[in-house]
């Protein structure tokens, strides 16, 4: 797996997003679970989300630069953070450029923060504060019940099945789960805009900052009234302050 985010070829698909199907990913979620919430690992069936509008996604730029050639990281999850790592950067979020430790092993239920910092291992973003609230607010955005799936891409991988009539996966384990979100993002790295969303994670950006670009790419452009991921980031900030308050 040797491409931009630690990939494999792309299979062949009917989406129009090699990945993504049009107005998958509507359903906005209030009171979500946020920083609790499991990531179902069991293989399911659900209802199709509503379909979004066909927005043109936008930017169409990619980012100016690309993330560095890497094989995936080992599977683990956060467990502790340090208020004494940083990474660099501006941020309204206070706390939100604290580094996270992450252990060697996976005990007990994944949860949406515990399966965000697996995935910013994998595209080489710093699992801090700010990332973590920014992936957290997508996969509560989704809120699916789809297995290993918290984003919901309808990217196939071998033996993986449809949760739903539009697409979205059922993967077996959490690591095809990665490796479909991770594929996802490779194939529609400029045609979808994609790239700006790991651009903006690997740099720590603000929640806000990554939130607009989710929003603005062809993930789900048009989405939840034009409130997809961004209007969900003032409560999954305030979510993670409660859970990890800034160092006094």
Known sequence: ?????????????????????????????????LFT????????????EPRGSAATASPTAPPPSLPPQAEPSPTVI???NDPAATVPGGTAVPGGTRLFRVPVD??????????????????QAPVCGNNLISVVAWEDQEHTDAAWNPLATTYRLAGSTHFNS??????????????????????????????WIVYYLQRCADPQTTG?????????????????????????TAAYLQAYPPPS
């Open 106 to 123: 996976i005990k007990g239920t994944l949860t949406y923060p515990q399966w965000a910092a697996l995935f910013l291992q994998r595209i």
């Open 1 to 33: 797996m040797t491409v931009r985010v630690a990939a494999v070829a792309c299979l062949a698909l009917s989406a129009a997003a090699c990945g993504q199907f049009s107005g998958v990913h509507e359903r906005a979620v209030e009171n979500g679970s």
């Open 166 to 195: 539009v697409g979205v996966q059922n993967y077996h384990s959490l690591d095809e789960g990665l490796n479909a979100t991770v594929l996802t993002l490779e194939h529609g790295w400029s045609t979808q805009s994609y790239g």
């Open 78 to 80: 956060p467990q502790v």
């Open 212 to 236: 607009r670009a989710v929003n603005a790419s062809g993930w789900c452009a048009g989405c939840a009234g034009g409130q997809y991921v961004v209007g969900l980031v003032p409560a999954v």
């Open 37 to 48: 919430h499991a990531v179902p690992s069991v293989p399911a069936t659900g209802a199709a």
